[in-house]
T-cell receptor, first 111, second 116 residues
Framework: QKEVEQNSGPLSVPEGAIASLNCTYS??????FFWYRQYSGKSPELIMS????GDKEDGRFTAQLNKASQYVSLLIRDSQPSDSATYLC???????????FGPGTSLSVIP | SAVISQKPSRDICQRGTSLTIQCQVD?????MFWYRQQPGQSLTLIAT?????????ESGFVIDKFPISRPNLTFSTLTVSNMSPEDSSIYLC?????????????FGPGTRLTVL
């Protein structure tokens, strides 16, 4: 089992719709969870971090964490063409050991 | 947040040569990391650069191939040695400082390496 898994893409949604990105992780002791956005040819950009069970909202983005299910998700409301990118789920293992990245999900928002 | 710069931003190198990539952070950070991103792939951690001690390498990466320096809390270098075309990738430096629960990691712009 891979340490961090994401739903396979590419994911296509129409403009204005909700995009849902999912991620599961294997280390039950993981403390911190991140979503990065990466445009083609660019480095990853941190867009959300979440540390406690429940929802965390920031503008059009909502991260959801369920540690019991070892599951974290990212919802993008009112999706825009500028949201088209690869979204990387990352998990900080215990004791700030290291951050492990999932394979990424490519999102395409169709005008 | 930390602002991270990398040099060079890109390079084209010949097989068998070595390239050293520099990473500079605008503030002191405890942890610095080096990642590789091969075309169409996600990020793979190469090593953790420890200040004052040898780097900690992940499985599949060795010091002879990827020597790392960390002379202080704001700077690190990664050398890609005896390069082959398989080393063509983007190399990313990242940094973070443990703050308890809310640890976060930031990335430099990356170095795009092409080996001929």
């Amino acid at each position: 089992q891979k340490e961090v898994e994401q739903n396979s893409g590419p994911l296509s949604v129409p403009e204005g719709a909700i995009a849902s990105l999912n991620c599961t992780y294997s280390d039950r002791g993981s403390q911190s969870f991140f979503w990065y956005r990466q445009y083609s040819g660019k480095s990853p950009e941190l867009i959300m971090s979440i540390y406690s069970n429940g929802d965390k909202e920031d503008g059009r983005f909502t991260a959801q964490l369920n540690k019991a299910s070892q599951y974290v998700s990212l919802l993008i409301r009112d999706s825009q063409p500028s949201d088209s990118a690869t979204y990387l789920c990352a998990v900080l293992k215990t004791s700030y050991d290291k951050v492990i990245f999932g394979p990424g999900t490519s999102l395409s928002v169709i005008p | 947040s930390a602002v991270i710069s990398q040099k060079p931003s890109r390079d084209i190198c010949q097989r068998g040569t070595s390239l050293t990539i520099q990473c500079q952070v605008d503030s002191q950070v405890t942890m610095m990391f080096w990642y590789r991103q091969q075309p169409g792939q996600s990020l793979t951690l190469i090593a953790t650069a420890n200040q004052g001690s040898e780097a900690t390498y992940e499985s599949g990466f060795v010091i002879d191939k990827f020597p790392i320096s960390r002379p202080n809390l704001t700077f690190s270098t990664l050398t890609v040695s005896n390069m082959s075309p398989e080393d063509s990738s983007i190399y990313l430096c990242s940094a973070g400082s443990p703050t308890g629960v809310t640890d976060t990691q930031y990335f430099g712009p990356g170095t795009r390496l092409t080996v001929l």
